[in-house]
């Protein structure tokens, strides 16, 4: 693969991304280190470019390494993921990519870590016909939503290195229903269906809710239908780590499942659901967030293997370049890896295409109990 280059037409929109990302906070999000790609550059330029991005990285994100063979090896697959971030860059020219919080970790490393939704064609099936949702009409749609304006959505969370990234998802479609048919705003406890949810597909025993090392949002309807709800956050605080043994106490539950639905792959259906019940809990192939800024994210080529739980939270459609996507819907899904990353924690991507597979499996909360 040739290396050395940007096209301008992507040098343009790394410069343009100031104005995507500069929305977050403090003055370190706005270091051109972090929001420029890889300069076109000869290679004993690139490798002092490399060091500069490497120093600016790990002060930006607070990082360090034991020793300095670690301190090397990260060096090393820091600038593998350069690489990466030019390649996804070119395939994806709609969003920006660069340096993010995961930019020293392997690929392998970040599925292992931050990501954790498994056998999801299976459930999908065996849900589908005692869960489907029914057909909703789409013809008065609006033209764009978004239920952090009403208040229907928490804050971004932060899933740390566990693989929970599925209780996040069902959690924060949860709060969202709770919200709509109460209009009491619950931050609701992940780490609750990470500790005491061991849900499994009865049709394959092996595929099972397992805390740090994955499981499914629908299996985590499954568990809140049988066992009477979720607690609140504060009563039941995130660890991130799966070895402190189930603490539920009923007597504390915050907001329930009723029903939950399973919903079409059809993106007029999902949007019709999102309306209606708030936001989803969505799946989706997450090899181009690792190196995610900001903008819209629009692949010509994404794997459609699901492997990250996330939350649909809206929908919107505005020009972004280049011409040829120009008012493109787009959804707006939100992430739990903290609000230093993506655009203060949010993504958005291409709506109506299956991007990176994330119309395959979308799941809502339909009823909840009211206490």
């Not at 977050?24 to 280190?33: E, F, G, M, R």
């Amino acid at each position: 693969m040739e290396r050395r280059f940007l096209s301008p037409l992507l040098l343009v929109l790394v410069a343009l991304s100031t104005s995507v990302v500069s929305s977050s906070s403090s003055d370190a999000d706005n270091d051109p280190l972090i929001l420029q790609v890889v300069p076109d550059a000869e290679d004993d330029e690139l490798m002092l470019n490399a060091e500069a991005h490497f120093s600016s990285f790990l002060r930006r994100f607070g990082k360090s390494y034991a020793d300095e063979k670690e301190h090397a090896y990260r060096f090393s697959v820091f600038k593998a993921n350069l690489w990466r971030a030019q390649r996804h860059q070119r395939l994806d020219p709609t969003a920006v990519h660069g340096i993010t919080k995961f930019s020293d970790l392997t690929p392998a490393e970040f599925r292992r870590n931050y990501l954790g939704l498994h056998g999801w064609r299976r459930l999908r099936r065996a849900l589908a016909a005692s869960h489907e949702a029914p057909i909703l009409p789409t013809n008065d749609l609006p033209t764009d939503i978004d239920w952090r304006d009403s208040g229907a959505v928490t804050a971004v969370k932060d899933q740390g290195s566990c693989g929970s990234c599925w209780s996040f998802s069902a959690a924060g479609a949860l709060e969202g229903a709770n919200f709509l048919a109460t209009g009491k705003l619950e931050s609701l406890s992940e780490q609750q269906l990470v500790d005491c949810d061991h849900e499994c597909d009865s049709s394959e025993p092996d595929a099972c809710d397992s805390g740090c090392n994955g499981g499914l949002m629908t299996t985590a309807f499954e568990y809140l239908l049988k066992s009477g709800g979720l607690e609140r956050e504060e009563d039941y605080p995130y660890t991130g780590t799966d070895r402190g043994g189930c603490k539920f106490d009923k007597s504390k539950i915050a907001a329930s499942v009723k029903n939950f639905s399973v919903v079409s792959m059809d993106d007029d259906q999902i949007a019709a659901n999102l309306v209606k019940h708030g936001p989803l809990a969505v799946g989706i192939n997450a090899i181009f967030m690792q190196t995610y800024i900001g903008g819209v994210s629009c692949p010509y080529i994404c794997g459609r293997h699901l492997d990250h739980g996330v939350l649909l939270v809206g929908y919107g459609s505005a020009g972004y370049a280049p011409i040829r996507f120009k008012d493109k819907p787009y959804w707006i899904i939100k992430n739990s890896w903290g609000g230093n990353w993506g655009e203060d924690g949010y993504y958005k991507i291409c709506r109506g295409q299956n991007i990176c597979g994330v119309e395959s499996m979308v799941s809502t909360v339909t009823a909840v109990r009211t206490w």
